[in-house]
């Protein structure tokens, strides 16, 4: 069966510090990974999608960047941290299983200070 | 552009009781996906169903099934015998065949009541 892995789960890291988390899929081969941001009662926002190893697409223009280095791995990262970057952070995935249908990640939280 | 509506912010009722959460949305595509997401308090989007635009026939998962009325644009969520686990925040979501772009509605937060 599918998985999918995330972490850390929860950080607290200062304004302008570097950020990085990672997903992993397992259980598929080249799948669709996304990273979504949930603001505090709120929906969620797709902020970076990839079809493929190298291929990044961004939906929302931001201090954020995206990698994928291996076909079920995927990077969030930053070079330095603003307050507005605090919330929750959904990796997500899709496939040939159920096509077109998105499963998540636990989350991150992340608290910029 | 399309659009997801759920009307309800907030819900409760009591534990065993049958509950229904709406949904509505707008689009001018014909091919499309639905989706109602769980999440708890622990924040994890959990998929709860899905319907295929094209299918006729009502998605049902165990307890949980769907009202979908293609003419009308509505989507909703039936929870047969509630139980206090689902207790949570339930998502609409609408998405076309050729993108990858999920369309988020507001959220309903459902509270079960032993």
């Known amino acids: 069966s599918q998985t999918i892995h995330q972490w850390p789960a929860t950080l607290v890291q200062p304004v302008g510090s570097p950020l990085s988390l990672e997903c992993t899929v397992e259980g598929t081969s080249n799948p669709n990974l996304y990273w979504y941001r949930q603001a505090a009662g709120r929906g969620l926002q797709l902020l970076f999608y990839?079809?493929?190893?190298?291929?990044i697409s961004s939906e929302v223009p931001q201090n954020l960047s995206a990698s994928r280095p291996q076909d079920r791995q995927f990077i969030l990262s930053s070079k330095k941290l603003l307050l507005s970057d605090s919330g929750f952070y959904l990796c997500a995935w899709s496939g040939d299983f159920e096509a077109n249908t998105i499963y998540f990640g636990e989350g991150s939280w992340l608290t910029v200070v | 552009a399309q659009t997801v509506t759920q009307s309800q912010p907030e819900m409760s009722v009591q534990e065993a009781e049958t509950v229904t959460l709406s949904c509505t949305y707008d689009?001018?595509?014909?091919?499309?996906?639905l989706f109602w997401y769980k999440q708890p308090p622990s924040r994890q989007m959990i998929l709860v169903i899905r319907?295929?635009?094209?299918k006729q026939q009502n998605a049902t998962e165990n307890r949980f099934s769907v009202n979908f009325q293609k003419a009308a644009k509505s989507f909703s969520l039936k929870i047969s015998d509630s139980q206090l686990g689902d207790t949570a925040m339930y998502f609409c979501?609408?998405?076309?065949?050729?993108?990858?772009?999920?369309?988020w509605g507001a959220g309903t937060k459902l509270i079960i009541k032993p």
């Open positions: 979501a609408f998405l076309m065949d050729s993108n990858y772009q999920l369309i």
């Open positions: 990839s079809v493929g190893i190298g291929q």
């Open positions: 319907q295929e635009a094209y």
């Open positions: 689009t001018s595509e014909s091919n499309y996906y």
